[in-house]
């Protein structure tokens, strides 16, 4: 069911089928963890990947979504060094471009400080520079390590 749910989208997304894409966004939003756990991430469009994070009703934290977006990255790319302290300035740039699409929609601002410094900042070189900048400024601001930021961005903020 996952395969064929992704396959019709992908097919959608090509023919700009509206009404359809969105029926089959919200089915996958309601249950995202069977078609991305039970799905090779690597054979996810990124436009696909980029339609599903985007949707409102999606049933997925925000660090899963950063977690998915991440993995897929990486299975894009099977050549990358799978420890990061080996990952060279190129390998950084290889999976930022990979990510381009997707990283706009993950809601960075929603993580608390301990997703984001464990999760996130250690792959930060793949983010955009300004939007790298505000969130290591918001980050280093809190004082609880399990607080949010207070002042919630919307998904949809393109950085160049």
């Not at 998915?68 to 302290?85: H, Y």
Request: hydrophobic letters at 35%.
């Amino acid at each position: 069911m996952a395969d064929f749910l992704l396959d019709l989208l992908s097919n959608l997304l090509k023919i700009n089928n509206f009404n359809l894409q969105k029926y089959c966004n919200d089915l996958i939003s309601k249950e995202p963890d069977k078609i991305l756990i039970s799905s090779n991430l690597s054979s996810i469009p990124e436009k696909l990947l980029a339609s599903i994070i985007q949707n409102d009703n999606l049933q997925m934290s925000d660090i899963q979504v950063w977690e998915n977006v991440f993995k897929r990255g990486i299975a894009q790319n099977p050549e990358l060094p799978s420890d990061i302290t080996n990952y060279s300035k190129e390998d950084f740039n290889t999976l930022k471009n990979t990510l381009q699409q997707c990283i706009p929609f993950v809601r960075f601002y929603n993580l608390t400080s301990k997703e984001f410094s464990d999760k996130v900042y250690p792959y930060r070189k793949i983010l955009p520079k300004e939007l790298r900048s505000e969130l290591v400024k918001e980050f280093l601001n809190l004082l609880d390590p399990d607080s949010k930021i207070k002042q919630r961005s919307k998904p949809h903020i393109r950085y160049k």
